[in-house]
Nanobody, 121 residues
Framework: VQLQASGGGLVQAGGSLRLSCATS????????MGWFRQAPGKEREFVAA??????DRYYADSVKGRFAISRDKSTVYLQMNDLKPEDAATYYC?????????????????WGQGTLVTVSS
């Protein structure tokens, strides 16, 4: 299973970025998907998750109202608006073991390589 994350970059505070995660459609279309992030010196933390049919979406409190997760048949997206310096991190997409959206890191079994988001103040 391959997950290829892209879309990171340098943005000013208040700006927007859209991350993409290309999946192996055959294996990921029936699975929940998620985005996590890890800043230097910190634990990897949950950001957003979406169920296989997009019926359920969960967000970390820190990004609610600013980030939006979506998916089509082969790609998962994370639209990030009103970015803040504290959003700076490497963002990872992941495939859940089940069809459901989950905030629990241990319930994800495949991970992409990460894409770096830098936010200047």
């Amino acid at each position: 299973v391959q997950l290829q994350a892209s879309g990171g970059g340098l943005v000013q505070a208040g700006g927007s970025l859209r991350l993409s995660c290309a999946t192996s459609r055959r294996t990921a279309s029936n699975n929940g998907m998620g985005w996590f992030r890890q800043a230097p010196g910190k634990e990897r933390e949950f950001v957003a998750a979406i169920s296989w049919n997009s019926g359920d979406r969960y967000y970390a409190d820190s990004v609610k109202g600013r980030f939006a997760i979506s998916r089509d048949k082969s790609t998962v997206y994370l639209q990030m608006n009103d970015l803040k310096p504290e959003d700076a991190a490497t963002y990872y997409c992941a495939q859940a073991r089940s069809a459901y959206a989950t905030t629990t890191r241990s319930l994800y079994h495949y991970w992409g390589q990460g894409t770096l988001v830098t936010v200047s103040s």
